[in-house]
């Protein structure tokens, strides 16, 4: 690494990332406030030289050849959640002509005033949305909001319950722990229903030999068989499903964490949309209200973004953490 250039280069990331400059106020920041120098024999950065460098994925540390992404053995310069958040913004600043399919957030969101849905309108031949409460019921005093205005509160929102890497970790090894424990009940419950499935067979066996033998007549046979047939439906049906809840809640819960891992980059490189199906899978319902989002989310992102907001995610002082860990992953 260029110590000199290497600091401009992370420098002119961080800066574009806040969507405070534009492509051309960035390059002249850098070169007349922070002192960047492309090179000696052309001193001055161009746009055209800033955006090759905001727009390479090979200062995350990775790099494309023929097409094809690889993991490059050179120190990163960024990392991939700031590169992608600088694609955001460039996503942004190119502002296309919207179309009424565009309008991608209509449906998800309910008037804090009156309870209405909250639809989108385009305006200024297509260069902007604007959402607002259909009033449906009466006239509410939330004025237009644009759409950029809530894609960043929606952002926001997502990174509540994004979690860390070491958090993540963290989660998916008390998970995993917390599913040995629960396959050991399950091993428990399916021993005790094989016992009964067994039981069951001998005793339908039984009758069938008592019909045989005269013992029991035919009507009381069938009686008694279809009662156990119906009892030995229900314990394989019961079996069918203890084996395969312990797999599937392990996977489900494994794929959770995993998009709260991503949920912020992944969020914030999706189109519009897609960052509504998200949205709609974490919202329990969302109101809009004085062009303020007041969410509630869904389990367990809410737990998620509550747990995010206390300095330490892992518990302290307890007598026995690891069945803290155990409930609270669980």
């Known amino acids: ?10 420098r002119a990331f ?3 990332a806040t969507g405070n400059y534009s492509l051309k106020a960035l390059t002249k920041h850098l070169h007349e ?3 960047f120098v492309f090179r000696p024999s052309k001193a001055k950065p161009s746009m055209s030289n800033i ?7 090979f200062y995350t540390g990775q790099f494309i050849f023929k097409g094809r992404h690889f993991i490059g053995h050179h120190p990163p310069i960024v990392s991939m959640d700031l590169f992608k958040a600088v694609q955001h913004q460039f996503r ?3 502002k296309p002509s919207y179309k009424r399919n565009d309008i991608a957030y209509a449906g998800l969101l309910t008037c ?3 309870g209405c849905s909250v639809t989108g309108d385009i305006k200024q031949k297509g260069r902007y949305i604007y959402y607002r409460c259909t009033h449906h019921k009466q006239k509410c ?17 997502v990174k509540s319950f994004t979690i860390p890497e070491d958090t993540y970790d963290w989660m998916v090894k008390g998970l995993k722990q917390a599913n040995e424990l629960k396959d050991r009940d399950i091993e428990e419950r399916v021993e005790a229903l094989n016992a009964d499935l067994k039981h069951q067979r001998e005793r339908l066996s039984k009758i069938y030999e008592d019909k045989l033998d005269g013992i029991i007549d035919s009507d009381f046979y069938q009686k008694k068989a279809r009662e156990t047939h119906r009892r030995i439906e229900e314990i394989e ?7 395969k809840a312990s797999d599937e809640q392990m996977k489900l819960g494994l794929k959770i964490l995993e998009f709260a891992k991503d949920a912020s980059s992944l969020f914030m490189e999706q189109s519009l949309q897609e960052q509504a199906r998200l949205l709609r899978i974490v919202f329990s319902k969302c109101e809009l209200k004085d062009e303020k989002l007041h969410p509630e989310l869904k389990r367990p992102f809410d737990v998620l973004a509550e747990g995010s907001k206390k300095e330490k995610w892992y518990p302290q002082g307890n007598s026995n953490p690891r069945r803290l860990r155990e409930r609270e992953v669980s």
């Open 14 to 16: 961080e800066q574009y």
């Open 237 to 243: 049906s019961h079996l069918n499903r203890l084996t």
């Open 33 to 35: 406030e922070e002192g």
């Open 1 to 10: 690494l260029d110590p000199t250039k290497s600091r401009y280069v992370k």
């Open 92 to 94: 942004k600043a190119n």
């Open 112 to 114: 804090g005033h009156c």
């Open 141 to 157: 005093p939330d004025k237009y909001i644009r759409q950029e205005a809530l894609e960043a509160q929606f952002i926001e929102i």
């Open 51 to 57: 955006h090759h460098i905001l727009t390479n994925v």
